[in-house]
């Protein structure tokens, strides 16, 4: 049997707390040892002290426990050694005497600044402090009431959880499916701003998709909401990977899931594999992107398409691809993104090897077609990489518009098929372009080799500093203002990519597991190139010595000549006779390629996090001035911020400490009006989630 009390708070390791309304009570390893009655404040503060003086806990647990600082325990210490009980006892709080600024003192202050005497000379003449004058001036002296309102009940700075040791026995023995979040009221908790959050991410449907797709686990402690809710509370702090738990205090995490600790690493590796080994991730990756297609249909207008390159540095052999940003050929493995006209994140797959976004545009519209329904037509926009005119026909063809930059050698528009445009952004930003647009047709060839022509606009921007044209292609038929600057909203993308690198851990690789490769697909014949350069390094030896020779060639070499012109030929003709291509299995019978279901569960983590910021980052812009430079880093400040919670009838009511500075915190405080319409429940509990900022 547990010694300590049911619903006490832990001192030390000897020592627990129970208070309640009647009073309190404190146990020495299991028994009790002092206590006090409910309002007797020398009794509580006796018995913090004989803590510390019999040695049974520190001046710090004590403070932590009792709710006070450790100088003020030290403080009560000293008292307790000099005056006994006496000592103990609160002495009166305030002013000892009456207040200077009496009614007819503040009416001469306010006859002296209206005459335009400085603040100096008046508090010199009254004889009051300058603060008293400036307090005369801003406001009236109320009279003091006879009594003041009795206080509301405080929180106790940093609480921690009560523990949850019976239910995570429970839990091994198979009887509890999931521990049941609860709220731990304390005033100060750390990371407790996280839960700004949590509208957001309802509204992304990440918690009740995933049960839905991965179903209800087996009987443990941590259920897949405590998972999946501490992969998103660690991503907000900074800590994307699930080693980078182990660098955060799992009560301050626990808290946020209403529980007594957040599972340790180890915990979340287990079960992230478990989940795994569902094969399941694409099934949630689809659901994800369907609620999101469904919320946003606005921005589902456009679809912004790319490929990201993961490199690889285990000791796998691995298929190597291009990493643009390192310049150079290496093991990776190529996600295909695709997001909306925000740049959101809308899902994501593994591109199977050899990976080419020109390859992946069918099933880019395969899929999104299974998402906007057969009576939409919406723009697939990306870059170079995925060039190809024939891609583009079979694009139209199967209802999309296409929005791409030109590739290739381009003739220069004359000056004058420019003509300004002006308008705004969706934000309300002004735009000016000079813009041309003209028809054109591109010829390319089909898979027979005949000559074809893809017919389609040229919309053409000129940089009127540089003299730069930059020729974008599409076959939407809008303005020209329009296509140009959605063709330049694909840097929101890219954008994208480069804020979940730097604080989503986007090229983490999860896991290092590997299955086998498609032994069927063809790859480059490794034995093509070297033969065929041998055959070219003979033919040009061959070149320099008969260039050498007299011509005709005497008649002594005559026969080396031809054993030489043979011996070439049979070179050239093998290097031909090998085949460009080689089915995989037969070079490589044992290759193999990284398993992504695990990383595919972070990555949908990943995005509907960042989704969910992205929300709260819009719903921000109208109350700062500098949202557009500085509104993640707000939000990032106000995520990682301490915040009291209380449970106040229904409700659970998070108030978030003051920002760095005080346009911040205003920002914050409307912030946290626009998320209280949203009545969000906090996750497994009836507690309608209320926001507030504390005052400075």
């Given at each position: 049997m547990p010694l300590r009390p049911a619903g006490s708070v832990r001192v030390s390791d000897a020592a627990d707390l129970v208070e309640n309304g009647e009073g309190g009570a404190v146990f020495l390893w299991g028994m009790a040892a002092w206590c006090w009655d409910a309002g007797d404040v020398v009794g509580r503060r006796l018995s913090a002290v004989q803590l510390v003086e019999t040695g049974a806990a520190t001046q710090v647990e004590v403070g932590m426990a009792f709710g006070a600082s450790e100088p003020t325990v030290q403080r009560w210490c000293a008292r307790w050694r000099s005056d006994g009980t006496d000592g103990l006892a609160p002495g009166p709080k305030g002013p000892t005497g009456p207040s200077k600024l009496t009614e007819d003192r503040v009416a001469g202050i306010r006859a002296l600044r209206a005459q335009g005497a400085s603040?100096?000379?008046?508090?010199?003449?009254?004889?009051?402090?300058?603060?008293?004058v400036s307090r005369a001036l801003s406001a009236t002296v109320a009279p003091a009431p006879a009594r003041p309102a009795a206080p509301p009940p405080s929180l106790v700075p940093l609480a921690r959880p009560e523990p949850r040791e019976e239910e995570r026995q429970a839990a091994r023995r198979g009887e509890l499916a999931e521990a049941p979040p609860v709220v731990c009221e304390g005033a100060s908790l750390p990371l407790a701003g996280a839960l700004l959050v949590l509208p957001a991410l309802e509204a992304t449907g990440l918690l009740s998709l995933s049960e839905q797709v991965f179903g209800k686990a087996r009987a443990a402690f941590y259920g897949l909401r405590s998972l999946v809710l501490s992969m998103v509370f660690a991503m907000l702090v900074g800590e994307p990977r699930a080693e980078g738990v182990t660098r955060l205090d799992p009560t301050d995490v626990g808290r946020l899931l209403g529980l007594d600790r957040a599972p340790e690493v180890k915990t979340l590796r287990r079960r992230l594999e478990a989940l795994a080994r569902q094969r399941r991730s694409g099934a949630l990756m689809l659901a994800l992107a369907r609620r999101h297609v469904e919320r946003s249909e606005k921005a589902s207008g456009i679809f912004y398409v790319d490929g990201h390159v993961r490199a690889y540095h285990g000791g796998a052999e691995l298929p190597k691809a291009h990493v643009t940003r390192m310049r150079l050929s290496m093991p990776a493995g190529v996600d295909t993104w695709v997001a909306d006209a925000f740049g959101d994140g809308v899902l994501c797959w593994t591109a199977p090897p050899p990976a080419g976004l020109v390859g992946e545009l069918a099933r880019v519209a395969e899929t999104v077609r299974g998402l906007v329904g057969p009576e939409r037509r919406p723009t697939i926009c990306f870059d170079r990489g995925g060039w190809s005119p024939a891609a583009f026909a079979g694009l139209e063809a199967a209802g999309f518009d296409v929005l791409t930059y030109r590739k290739g050698p381009v003739v220069p528009e004359p000056r004058s098929?420019?003509?300004e445009h002006v308008g705004t952004d969706e934000a309300g930003r002004p735009l000016s372009y000079l813009l041309g647009d003209r028809r054109v047709r591109i010829a390319y060839r089909d898979g027979r080799r005949r000559r074809r022509y893809f017919a389609c606009r040229q919309v053409t921007r000129l940089d009127p500093e540089s003299g730069h044209q930059t020729h974008v292609v599409t076959t939407r038929d809008d303005a020209p203002l329009t296509v140009a600057h959605a063709m330049f909203s694909r840097w929101r993308q890219e954008n994208f990519f480069r804020y979940l690198l730097a604080h989503y851990g986007l090229d983490a690789l999860d896991s290092y597991a590997l299955v086998p490769d498609n032994l069927d697909r063809s790859v480059?014949?490794?034995?093509?190139?070297?033969?065929?350069?041998?055959?070219?390094?003979?033919?040009?030896?061959?070149?320099?010595?008969?260039?050498?020779l007299a011509d005709p060639v005497p008649e002594e070499l005559e026969e080396a000549h031809a054993e030489a012109v043979e011996y070439v030929a049979g070179l050239t003709a093998a290097a031909r006779a090998l085949p460009a291509r080689r089915r995989?299995?037969?070079?490589h019978p044992d290759a193999e390629v990284h398993d992504g279901e695990r990383k595919r569960i972070h990555d949908a983590v990943r995005m509907a996090t960042y989704n969910a910021e992205s929300a709260l980052v819009r719903l921000l812009?109208?109350?700062?001035?500098?949202?557009?430079?500085?509104?993640?880093?707000?939000?990032r400040e106000a995520l990682r911020s301490p915040a009291d919670l209380q449970v106040v009838g229904g409700e659970l009511h998070v108030r978030v400490n003051a920002l760095s500075a005080p346009r911040r915190s205003r920002a914050l405080a409307a912030l946290c009006r626009d998320l209280d319409e949203t009545a969000t429940l906090y996750p497994g509990t009836g507690y309608v989630l209320r926001f507030s900022v504390k005052e400075p």
């Open positions: 603040m100096e000379a008046i508090a010199t003449a009254v004889g009051v402090s300058r603060d008293s098929a420019f003509s480059p014949n490794p034995e093509k190139k070297p033969a065929a350069a041998e055959a070219a390094e003979a033919r040009r030896r061959l070149a320099e010595i008969e260039a050498r995989l299995g037969d070079l812009a109208p109350h700062y001035a500098r949202a557009e430079d500085e509104a993640r880093s707000l939000l």
